[in-house]
Structure formats: C-alpha cells, structure tokens
C-alpha cells in the first residue's frame, strides 16, 4: 500500500482568553480562504494541510469572541502561529472579569501595557543572550504566545519577549523557549513583568478587552499603559467592569 504524505501549511495553536488554557474544542470554527476548516488535533492544536501556492488568510471566530485572522505568505511551511482569543462585550462570562471597554476610529489597534508580575514571576535570574526563561505561575495559566515586556528596575533595561513552546513543566515552575534571544540580564529581585494585549476596533469603532487574573488585585495596582495610533498614550487605572 504506498503511502501519501500531504505538507503542512500552518500549525494554530489557540488559547482562551477568559481561561488562560488552551481552547475547548467546538467553541471557535477556523477556515481559510477557500473555506476549508482547519483539523483539530486536539489539545488547542489545528492544522492546514497546503492546499495552494496562493498568499492564505486564516480566519478564526466563535460565538462570544472577537474574530481574528492571520495572513500566510505563499512561502509558508510549517509555520507555527499561537493565538489568544479574546471575548466579545456580549460574553456572559466576561462580565465577571475586570474588563475596559471604548471607542476608537474603526479598525485601529490599541495595545494595552500592565503589571503581569503578581500572576507569572521569574524562578531564576536571567543572562544576556539566554534563549530560554523559567517562570513560577498557576497551573492553569499559559504564557506561550504571550507578549510580556521585562524591566530591569535597577538599571532601567527593559525589553520585549515572546514565550513559545514550554521546554518542561517542574513543581512549581515552566520553562519556555524565547523566540529571540535575550538582550540584557535580568535578577528576580529586580524585574518587573509586562503583558501586552492588542485588540482592533470592530465596525463600529468600539474595543473590548479583559484582565484575566485581574479581580485578587488591589485597585490602586492595576495601573495600564494604553497605546494608539498616532503617538496617542495614556495611563489609567482600570475598575472592576470598566466600561
């Protein structure tokens, strides 16, 4: 019997926002331009298979969600690409969240810069050029595709980092691949953790975003940087349902 091998297109690794886990099966439908629905292999994990040579848009919805795409080039191979699915206004179960919500001109990006460091933590000081980091965080709480910004607080370096996959899970701590190397050195007792969250603004110029782990913390602590189009940036603190 001869075997057929098929290449892969594009690798979908996809998390929920509102659970900070991989996503539950049935919840999303994710297609490509040409309609066809990617294959779940479970645990998060979809595929396309290369069915053109053409430039491909990945779409990804779901009731209670904002839609998200990703753009292939003709080139790709194997790609792998790891999405954060945020909730829409409407999600009942984001309204038990500490949540911002506003308005903006249609289809801007606003980006939203907080405090990660009483959720996910640094177990071990890191060295310039390291291409991996050890975090202590919840179980239940994935950092993979994540964008986190690290600041050195005694000398004031700072710079952004991507966590990819996770090298191995010990008692209490990750490890995670770094998709570029590290620039600067970083002590536990002297580095403060960032999240990076961006969201677009639908059709009708509203955006919604929430804090997962956001509700244990103080007020006064969740203090976030926001950041528009046009060099616009301000700081605010965000309420408990901030809408």
Not at 81 to 96: D, I
Not at 112 to 126: H, K, M, N, P
Not at 138 to 161: A, D, R
Request: aromatic share 12%; proline share 2%.
């Amino acid at each position: 019997m001869r075997s057929v091998y098929q290449t892969i297109k594009c690798i979908l690794l996809l998390y929920d926002e509102i659970t900070g886990r991989a996503a539950a099966q049935n919840i999303f439908r994710i297609y490509n331009t040409r309609g066809t629905p990617a294959i779940y292999k479970g645990n998060g994990i979809y595929l396309f298979l290369l069915d053109s040579e053409e430039e491909d848009t990945i779409t990804v919805e779901g009731e209670g969600y904002q839609t998200q795409k990703i753009f292939l080039s003709k080139n790709e191979r194997e790609t792998i690409h790891r999405l954060w699915m945020m909730p829409s206004k409407n999600n009942e179960r984001a309204t038990q969240m500490v949540s911002l919500s506003g308005k903006a001109k249609q289809g801007q990006l606003i980006t939203f810069i907080f405090d990660y460091s009483t959720q996910c933590r640094l177990l071990r000081g890191l060295n310039p050029y390291d291409c991996s980091v050890c975090f202590c965080h919840s179980q239940h709480n994935i950092v993979e595709g994540q964008m986190l910004y690290f600041q050195n607080t005694e000398n004031g370096y700072y710079e952004s980092i991507l966590p990819e996959e996770m090298y191995a899970a010990l008692e209490g701590s990750h490890e995670y691949r770094l998709s570029i190397p590290l620039k600067h050195g970083y002590s536990i007792r002297h580095t403060m953790i960032y999240r990076s969250i961006s969201v677009s603004a639908d059709e009708k110029g509203e955006f919604f975003v929430v804090f997962r782990g956001f509700e244990s913390v103080p007020e006064s602590r969740r203090k976030c940087r926001i950041e528009m189009e046009q060099g616009i940036c301000y700081e605010t603190i965000i309420s408990q349902q901030m809408r």
